[in-house]
């Protein structure tokens, strides 16, 4: 039997080991199809976000960029995927960026990795923070986007005041899951996401 897309791969992978072996596919077989899949998602996303025309997937509704500011409005309330990347040089002003409370922190390993320091300034194309929403991609960007004391939930409050220097100077893409592979959200996101997390190496967050 052919797997011949991820939503049938994704089926495979939840049937019983008999009712597998009956279609000729191993537990082996299934994973091997997953990973490949997914390395390949990953891979064009992260070699298309300079040339995101060129983008195309079988998994999102292709791809949406916009300029990050308090107004920022997506039409879409789907699970997806999303990328904020610096479009501007701005300044890291002496460790301001980490003074916000439930807020993910700058990535020691990753400015290793990249080969500068953690107080260095944001620059241009590099990718500040990546994420995914198992809900609603908007709801979970205007947590990251805003700011209220009152709100416990862990995002990047870019309106904060200790963040909001970088506000307006980002760009983010967001890559909105297709209707079909929906109740498969959790397993497809958190893959891609992780996997994106070792490619672009954000300066911000931890990887899942």
Same mark, same amino acid.
């Given at each position: 039997?052919?797997?011949r ?12 080991k ?14 091997? +199809? ?5 390395d ?8 298309n976000?300079? &040339? ?30 999303? !990328? ?6 701005v ?18 390993k990753?400015? &290793?990795k990249?080969?500068? /320091? ?13 994420? /995914?929403? =198992?809900? +609603?991609?908007?709801?979970?960007? $205007? ?7 009152? $709100? ?6 870019? +309106?904060? =005041? ?6 307006g100077? !980002? ?8 209707? =079909? ?10 893959s !891609? ?16």
């Amino acid at each position: 039997m052919v797997l011949r897309t991820i939503g049938e791969v994704l089926k495979a992978r939840v049937l019983r080991k008999d009712k597998m072996l009956y279609l000729g596919i191993t537990f082996e077989d299934v994973m091997k +199809s997953i990973d490949k899949f997914f390395d390949d998602e990953s891979d064009e996303i992260a070699n298309n976000l300079n &040339s995101i025309d060129k983008y195309s997937s079988e998994l999102f509704n292709g791809v949406v960029e916009k300029n990050v500011s308090k107004s920022i409005q997506f039409k879409t309330t789907n699970p997806g995927i999303y !990328i904020f990347r610096m479009n501007n040089t701005v300044k890291n002003q002496n460790g301001c960026f980490d003074k916000v409370s439930a807020a993910p922190k700058l990535n020691g390993k990753n400015h &290793s990795k990249l080969r500068i /320091k953690k107080d260095s300034d944001f620059l241009a194309d590099q990718i500040l923070y990546l994420g /995914k929403s =198992e809900e +609603s991609v908007f709801k979970r960007l $205007n947590e990251h986007i805003t700011y209220n004391e009152n $709100n416990k939930t862990y995002a990047l409050k870019l +309106s904060d =005041e200790n963040r909001s220097n970088v506000l307006g100077n !980002i760009d983010v893409f967001v890559f909105e899951l297709k209707e =079909e592979y929906i109740e498969f959200a959790k397993t497809i996101l958190s893959s !891609i996401e992780s996997r994106l997390h070792d490619k672009l190496l954000p300066r911000v967050g931890s990887k899942k």
